[in-house]
């Protein structure tokens, strides 16, 4: 028997998954409060289901991430508040995110989730946990795809600038 091949969630963390999972947490959680104050600001009903379905993943990956800390014996990180509900009408239009905005954001975020789990993957020893970053990556890419479709769709994409390939003459 090899090291580190009984069952795995039997088997110590080394101290980057701590670190990682404690710290991807973390952000988790103040995404969570980012996108319900998102909500708030949303006027188009797409994108506030797309982000109603990304905390209710969110929360998902929050509790099975709390869990594993939990059973290694590791302290929470706290979590924000829970943010009040209000109708976008409600905040004055110079202060309220425009919905193109909050997409952009939300796709950087979702860029950045991306890159996380890819690391955490790559760093585990693991396979419990690196099987459960696989999954949530999987999600996020999914998710983007949405995303970019309903950015595309809506005209909320900002394109950066195109390279034609033409030809030269001399």
């Known amino acids: 028997m090899g090291i580190l091949s009984g069952n795995q ?3 110590p963390m080394h101290y980057g998954e701590v670190f990682s999972l404690w710290t991807y947490l973390t952000g ?13 600001h949303v006027g188009d009903a797409d994108l506030f289901k797309l982000i109603e379905d990304m905390v209710d993943n969110a929360r998902t990956e929050e509790i099975e991430i709390e869990k ?3 059973e290694n014996g590791v302290g929470m990180p706290p979590s924000p ?4 509900y209000t109708h976008p009408e409600d905040i004055p239009v110079g202060a309220r995110f425009n919905d193109p905005e909050i997409s952009a954001m ?8 991306l890159v996380a789990c890819s690391q955490i993957i790559g760093e585990s ?6 099987m459960l970053f696989g999954q ?3 999600n996020k890419a999914q998710t983007g795809a949405k995303l ?14 195109l390279h034609m390939n033409a030809s030269v003459t001399v």
């Open 81 to 84: 508040p829970e943010r009040a």
């Open 68 to 70: 594993v800390l939990k």
């Open 106 to 113: 939300i796709s950087k975020d979702i860029a950045t989730g």
């Open 148 to 161: 970019l479709r309903m950015n595309k769709e809506k005209g909320w994409l900002v394109l950066p600038p």
């Open 28 to 40: 988790l959680k103040g995404a969570i409060s980012s996108y319900q104050t998102y909500m708030n």
């Open 136 to 138: 949530y990556h999987t």
């Open 9 to 11: 969630s039997d088997e």
């Open 125 to 130: 020893t693991r396979e419990d946990i690196a």
